[in-house]
């Protein structure tokens, strides 16, 4: 079995920052990419950012220059840097990954999604 766990999430004033963790853990071969998705309340899930296994990042226009996805392959785990952060990015964040196990083949897991919520 493989899991993502995602952790960091809180409430943050508008300018503030937060850094969002998400460790992969289970029967694991390798992870190729890795990335974080957001969905606000009454919205479609959008994607935040991803990063390959070779750290090649690509992010969405709303996030760039603020955010920064980074990861450590040693530890399986990726992480989101969020910088001058605003209301409009409050919503709950989800990572996922394309992960190759040893015991289910390719997979492509979620998890469970951390809230982010930005408010004064």
């Known amino acids: 079995q493989v899991q993502l766990v995602e952790s960091g999430g809180g409430l943050v004033q508008p300018g503030g920052s937060l850094r969002l963790s998400c460790a992969a853990s289970g029967s694991i071969f390798s992870i190729n990419a890795m990335g974080w998705h957001r969905q606000a309340p009454g919205k479609q899930r959008e994607l935040v950012a991803t990063i390959t296994s070779r750290g090649n990042t690509n992010y969405a226009d709303s996030v760039k220059g603020r955010f920064t996805i980074s990861r450590d392959n040693a530890k399986n785990t990726v992480y989101l840097q969020m910088n001058s952060l605003k209301p409009e990015d409050t919503a709950v964040y989800y990572c996922?990954?394309?992960?190759?196990?040893?015991?289910?083949?390719?997979?492509?897991?979620w998890g469970q999604g951390t809230q982010v919520t930005v408010s004064s």
């Open positions: 996922n990954a394309d992960i190759r196990s040893y015991s289910l083949g390719r997979i492509d897991p």
